[in-house]
């Protein structure tokens, strides 16, 4: 019990219920019809720091690591912005009645970092980036908290194949060729979102947002193609960039040891 760290998981907790607190105030003028962007903003705002009062407490109750070096979490940011950069201005929206989807590239550099950092942070680079990047455009911002936790959890699933089976960043105990471990690493990512986004999105826009069935039914199909687009384009574009990376990397000693 030493090892917990209790500042952090305090901390989360108050997040936790902070978050809460500020998503139910707010859920009654933020999913009404004609919703105003200062009601949808506090709204997202109070379930996506809840989320990250989840996050917390989860990291403050789990023993304790090594300290993270300060290249890892400038790299991180890096591939938040990268992420960021990726969905704001790589992006295609297919408009859904008063819903959107959109083909982008923010989930290239979610499992590119997830490859390179771990799972922990290229799912916050995720999270951060295209979070911040649903919050700037108003036709996403009520999306933007189930945008944090998928991309967390595309992070997490990459890095648990990538490095908990294929030993992806250690020579000596990888069993298969370089390149198979990557692309496989990619795809059980991108097929966790290819599922997880469209149903999850399904639940989230009925059962919290208080959308018809009808209307989340056809907002599912929708991005079940957009999601599927997108991950075939970040499985290609990601092993290709990690196999031109991985090398320059590690001669000069900054690939890390996941």
């Excluded at 692309?183 to 639940?203: E, Q, R, W």
Aim: hydrophobic share 55%; proline share 4%.
């Amino acid at each position: 019990m030493k090892n917990r760290n209790w500042t952090v998981t305090g901390v989360g907790a108050v997040a936790l219920i902070g978050g809460v607190c500020l998503a139910v105030i707010y859920q009654g003028a933020a999913v009404a019809a004609g919703a105003e962007l200062s009601s949808m903003l506090p709204f997202a705002a109070g379930l996506i720091l809840a989320l990250v009062g989840v996050v917390m407490v989860f990291s403050g109750l789990a023993p304790a690591h090594k300290k993270t070096s300060v290249h890892t979490m400038a790299m991180g940011a890096l591939f938040a912005a990268l992420c960021y950069v990726g969905f704001q201005y790589f992006r295609i929206d297919i408009p859904v009645g008063d819903s959107s989807t959109a083909f982008h590239l923010g989930n290239v550099f979610c499992v590119l970092a997830a490859l390179l950092l771990g799972g922990v942070w290229g799912g916050m680079a995720g999270s951060v980036g295209m979070t911040i990047a649903d919050l700037m455009i108003p036709v996403y911002v009520i999306s933007a908290p189930k945008t944090f936790l998928l991309k967390l959890g595309i992070g997490l699933v990459t890095s648990l194949v990538a490095h908990g089976v294929f030993k992806l960043s250690r020579d000596k105990e990888r069993k298969i060729p370089l390149v198979w471990a990557t692309a496989l690493s990619c795809t059980a990512g991108m097929a966790f979102n290819v599922v997880a986004d469209p149903v999850v999105g399904y639940f989230y826009k009925m059962y919290i947002l208080g959308v018809p069935q009808s209307a989340a039914q056809v907002w599912m199909n929708f991005n079940f193609l957009t999601t599927g687009v997108n991950a075939v384009v970040a499985i290609v574009v990601s092993t290709v960039l990690y196999l031109a990376l991985r090398p320059a990397l590690k001669r000069a000693n900054l690939l890390p040891q996941v």
